[in-house]
């Protein structure tokens, strides 16, 4: 049973800094690109951030010089700081895998991030 474990959500005020972490417990080498998604109440998920296995990273333009996506292949692990952080970047955070030869991504179960004074 491959199990993909979030950890590093939680309350901060604006301003604040939050790490989040992800590690999917698979070693067939399927993992490719990984990433995070949010998604606030109302609204639809939305892509935070993505870094490809060797490195290449993508941003939503709203997260652009605020946050970090970061990686180890080794631990399949993936990785977002986030500083400067506002009321809107209040939502439920989850951590992507995508997969080659077209195998299912992995999703994580969502970790709360609450920015309020």
């Known amino acids: 049973q491959v199990q993909v474990v979030e950890s590093g959500g939680g309350l901060v005020q604006p301003g604040g800094s939050l790490r989040l972490s992800c590690a999917a417990s698979?070693?067939?080498?399927?993992?490719?690109?990984m990433g995070w998604y949010r998604q606030a109440p109302g609204k639809q998920r939305e892509l935070v951030a993505q870094?490809?296995?060797?490195?290449?990273?993508k941003y939503a333009d709203s997260v652009k010089g605020r946050f970090t996506i970061s990686r180890d292949n080794a631990k399949n692990a993936v990785y977002l700081q986030m500083n400067s952080l506002t009321p809107e970047d209040t939502a439920v955070y989850y951590c992507?895998?995508?997969?080659?030869?077209?195998?299912?991504?992995?999703w994580g179960q969502g970790t709360q991030v609450t920015v309020s004074s």
């Open positions: 870094i490809a296995v060797a490195g290449m990273t």
């Open positions: 698979v070693r067939d080498g399927s993992i490719n690109t």
């Open positions: 992507n895998a995508e997969r080659r030869w077209g195998l299912r991504d992995y």
